[in-house]
């Protein structure tokens, strides 16, 4: 299961924000994710709920959003989006096709009150 080694991580990079920027009362974390990171946004959130259970970070939200998968097709020029990753333009069916989204993991936002 590598969504805890990824929920440490976002720990961590959410503590040094909160020193960072002097920030209190955090309610809510929000990330985004993309489909071809193969992360379950359920386990990620059991995983960050775990680990932030002895911290100040207890309770806190984990907002996950999923980005779709995005592509561009170098035959017909067309930037598309896919619901699978079956790297296949959806329309000339070729497959000479570039990712150009799906593979982000970052935080977007920390809400405090």
Known sequence: MHELSIAESLLAI?????????LENVIS?????????????????????IITEDT????????IEVLAIKGYCEECKENFELEEPVMICPKCRNWNVRIKGGRELYVDAIEVE
Do not use: M, Y
């Open 29 to 49: 974390v929000k990330i985004k994710v993309g489909k071809l990171t193969a992360i379950q946004p359920e386990a990620l959130s059991f995983c960050f709920e």
């Open 14 to 22: 959410v503590q040094e924000e909160i020193a960072r920027h002097c």
């Open 56 to 63: 100040s970070l207890k309770g806190v939200a984990l907002d």
